[in-house]
Nanobody
Framework: EMQVVESGGGTVQVGGSLRLSCTASEFNFHDYDMGWYRQVPGGEYDCELVSYISSRSTSYYAASVKGRFTVSRDNAKNTGYLQMSSVQVEDTAKYYC???????????????????????????????WGQGTPVTVVS
């Protein structure tokens, strides 16, 4: 069964750094795109696409994190990363790793939520959705 496990979340002070990891198993990680979504805790907040890196290592960043976050991948380790720097209170969220087929349609910039969960059915060609890792930024 294809799966991913996120790690690296935790509590960090404003201005600090954190690195999230997404480790894949039971599939050829290098053939897929990897993305990171986040959802603010509490309520029915949409899930925001933070960043993704394609199988060809092209990348995308949401305007809210551009210049502060860096996405990368190490195919030899079947692992992708999200390096978070200069974090802000607004970065507090649960971060989810998503693996998508490297074919159209493109990533959805926002996924609606219901019952506190991201509605992943709105992400076409999704292969795997992780359990998420929480990040809390404190001042």
């Amino acid at each position: 069964e294809m799966q991913v496990v996120e790690s690296g979340g935790g509590t960090v002070q404003v201005g600090g750094s954190l690195r999230l990891s997404c480790t894949a198993s039971e599939f050829n990680f290098h053939d897929y795109d990897m993305g990171w979504y986040r959802q603010v805790p509490g309520g029915e907040y949409d899930c925001e696409l933070v960043s993704y890196i394609s199988s060809r290592s092209t990348s995308y960043y949401a305007a809210s994190v551009k210049g502060r976050f860096t996405v990368s991948r190490d195919n030899a380790k079947n692992t992708g990363y999200l390096q978070m720097s200069s974090v802000q209170v607004e970065d507090t969220a649960k971060y989810y790793c998503a693996i998508k087929s490297a074919t159209p349609p493109p990533w959805a910039e926002r996924l609606p939520a219901h019952g506190g969960r991201c509605l992943t059915s709105y992400l076409r060609n999704l292969a795997v959705w992780g359990q998420g890792t929480p990040v809390t930024v404190v001042s």
